[in-house]
């Protein structure tokens, strides 16, 4: 129960021997639990979701470097956001980004609170976006990247990318909020911004030796069927907890949430059906993985007739734009992290400012900003997608090159063949 109702029901001298921080602050004991459960969960997407996911798509000689940079970058988020990124994404700033009032978690006590919740919990919840964002673009460059580059990557994106885009779209000030962009769970912060990256790191990195003659099948389907259920089952914090409240919001976006994936899913393989005959475990995976991505900017502002198109579209496009990344453009996305998630979060994000439904708006009882209409919120749709695109694509790029400058990003031909395993971590993920 809640603070209010504990209190009605307890005597005036056991109420002054609660903390004085629990006093003091105006806290929903609802919804606090709530968001500490979708924290969790969150964090449960990448180790293990993420990790084992990723780690049986690559090559069994790859496999433990997958799960070495998910586990790593998941330590590398966390100091970086305590360190440096709160404070650049939420802290008091300007339009572009926050200031320096939050370093190292300064002024973030037992009794500051984010709405009805602890501000504790909020810098973790939002602590957990951070962690698995560099870690999807990860799968962009698998299987050819030294251990060393990708570390200095990703602290580099995070405050440079990461910081700036969420301080843009969820900080109060940040200009993306302020003009009403519709992006309720990261279809813009993470999605996009994480979809891009990979993208320009797979041009600027180039493919994997032998890429389109040599097949490099996934080596093995259980861990990542395993793994996909698990950030199934994640997403419901992911999405759900975005609504940083224990209500009707958080479970419609739950809802939402589940319907496009399942819809996503039988999209993808119906289209494979179509095309090759035979619907694969890889598709039905990915098609859920594309339901979700794309669901995560709207799935605060849909109902279910919404979702349904969403999750149907999303297994459809995404589907062919995996055929297009890769055999029609013959780039070496090795996860196909950009026409998946950042497919998927363009077009979640532009399909916010569609569906969006007036019933379940969050801004005064309407389903777009005030004084907004349709098509002048696909306008800002469409501008918080290319703002976000452009800069997380330029920024990744200058990125690189002064990683390749430090540490340098690809291992050699020799060490590629020999396999990362053994080569970064003189280990093997199989000893048969």
């Not at 958080?250 to 494979?272: D, F, P, Q, R």
């Not at 013959?330 to 969006?356: N, Q």
């Not at 969050?362 to 349709?374: E, K, L, N, R």
């Amino acid at each position: 129960m809640g603070f209010k109702s504990l209190a009605k029901g307890m005597t005036g001298l056991s109420l002054l021997l609660l903390p004085l921080s629990l006093q003091a602050q105006d806290i929903d004991g609802a919804d606090t639990a709530w968001i500490m459960t979708s924290t969790a969960l969150v964090l449960f997407m990448t180790i293990p979701g993420l990790s084992l996911f990723y780690g049986g798509l690559v090559r069994v000689r790859n496999v433990l470097s997958v799960l070495m940079q998910c586990f790593s970058i998941t330590c590398v988020a966390t100091l970086v956001w305590l360190s440096l990124g709160y404070s650049l994404a939420f802290s008091e700033g300007n339009a572009f980004v926050g200031g320096f009032s939050n370093i190292l978690f300064s002024n973030v006590t037992e009794e500051t609170t984010s709405g009805t919740i602890p501000e504790s919990i909020f810098a973790l919840f939002q602590l957990t976006f951070a962690v698995i964002t560099p870690a999807l673009i990860f799968g962009g460059f698998a299987e050819r990247v030294k251990y060393s580059g990708v570390m200095l990557f990703s602290v580099l994106w995070l405050i440079f990318v990461y910081a700036p885009i969420t301080h843009w779209v969820w900080a109060e000030g940040g200009w993306l909020f302020e003009i009403g962009l519709l992006d309720f769970a990261g279809g813009t912060v993470v999605h996009i911004t994480a979809g891009v990256a990979a993208l320009v790191c797979a041009l600027v990195i180039g493919t994997r030796t032998g890429f389109g003659k040599t097949p490099m099948p996934p080596h093995n389907m259980t861990m990542t069927v395993t793994g996909a259920g698990m950030l199934w089952v994640g997403w419901f914090g992911f999405n759900g907890g975005s609504a940083l409240a224990a209500d009707g919001n958080a479970s419609m976006a739950m809802l939402v949430t589940h319907i496009s994936a399942a819809a996503g899913s039988l999209a993808w393989v119906l289209m494979e059906k179509i095309k090759y005959g035979k619907a694969s475990v890889l598709g039905i995976v990915t098609g859920m993985v594309a339901g979700l991505g794309t669901i995560t900017p709207a799935s605060g502002f849909v109902g279910p007739g919404g979702a349904l198109a969403i999750g149907l579209l999303a297994g459809t496009i995404c589907f062919f734009a995996t055929q297009f990344i890769k055999n029609g453009l013959g780039i070496d996305d090795s996860l196909d992290v950009f026409p998946v998630h950042g497919v998927g979060g363009i077009l979640g994000t532009f399909l916010a400012g569609i569906f969006a439904s007036a019933s379940l708006g969050v801004f005064s009882g309407q389903g777009y900003a005030d004084g907004m209409t349709m098509g002048s919120q696909i306008g800002v749709q469409v501008m918080g997608i290319v703002a976000t695109a452009v800069y997380t694509a330029v920024l990744t790029y200058i990125i690189l090159k002064i990683v390749n400058g430090i540490t340098g990003m690809r291992v050699s031909e020799e060490e590629e063949s020999t396999g990362l395993d053994i080569v970064l971590h003189d280990e093997r993920g199989y000893d048969l």
